[in-house]
């Protein structure tokens, strides 16, 4: 299996920077499957046709050439699969996605695919189900410890549904207040158990630049923060899928 789903806060940001910070991009396929609409098209200046809904329309027995083709490099070098804008499109693209493209995307150990698949709702969505590895990402509330720590427990409760599904969990922690990530590693371990927790920086000019301002050459973006940690998130996650992938060959 190799589909990382990323969900929850800023889930967009996120998958974006961990398939820039990716060991092999060559090897990767950045797929929006986000039901509530696509924005990937617009931050990459592409347009937005072919998309998941052209794949899953035209490809019918999920050959993975005939999905490549549908695929597009954005100037940044990444392989992209971006969402409909539309809210309904998208949903259904998303929907539809479980019939051929899923099974095909999971079946395949190369490329990787890494899913933006929106907020964590507890509504399916056909990526996350089919992940090797799921990572939950989670904005601290920086106003009040105590609405931090409300919002905290909703983490831990929505790792404890994520985890209901065959998948590895990794949780991303953006920001560093009001309680620092080893304060978080322990509080989800005390919660579900043993998760890796792996702390992003708040980098608005990061931020910016993976959604499209220009400006900022490629040498400088790679030295900001949130693209140094998402190469620990890279790292983390590389290992989680290594393990899925030994225990997957010894189920066999």
Request: hydrophobic fraction near 50%.
């Amino acid at each position: 299996m190799s589909v990382v789903a990323v969900a929850g806060d800023v889930a967009t940001t996120t998958a974006v920077a961990l398939a820039a910070a990716w060991s092999t991009t060559g090897d990767l396929l950045l797929v929006e499957a986000d039901p509530s609409g696509g924005d990937l098209a617009a931050w990459f200046d592409m347009p937005v046709e072919p998309s998941l809904s052209s794949v899953v329309t035209r490809v019918l027995d999920g050959a993975w050439p005939d999905i490549e083709r549908l695929t597009r490099l954005a100037d940044n070098g990444l392989r992209v699969l971006p969402a409909p804008a539309s809210l309904t499109e998208a949903s259904q693209a998303v929907d539809e996605a479980a019939r051929a493209v899923v099974p095909a995307l999971s079946a395949a150990r190369t490329p990787v695919t890494i899913a933006d698949t929106g907020h964590l709702v507890p509504v399916p969505n056909p990526f996350r189900d089919a992940a090797a590895v799921t990572v939950i990402v989670h904005r601290q509330a920086p106003q009040s410890s105590r609405a931090a720590a409300v919002r905290l427990q909703r983490l831990v409760e929505q790792v404890e549904l994520a985890g209901r599904v065959p998948t590895a969990l990794v949780v991303a922690v953006v920001g560093a207040d009001p309680f620092g990530i080893g304060e978080i590693e322990r509080f989800v371990a005390d919660g579900v158990g043993d998760t890796p927790v792996v702390g992003l920086p708040v980098d608005d000019l990061a931020a910016a630049v993976l959604a499209g301002r220009s400006g900022v050459s490629a040498k400088r973006l790679a030295r900001l923060p949130l693209l140094r940690a998402a190469r620990d998130l890279a790292v983390t996650v590389e290992r989680c899928l290594e393990s899925a992938d030994a225990l997957g060959r010894m189920a066999r």
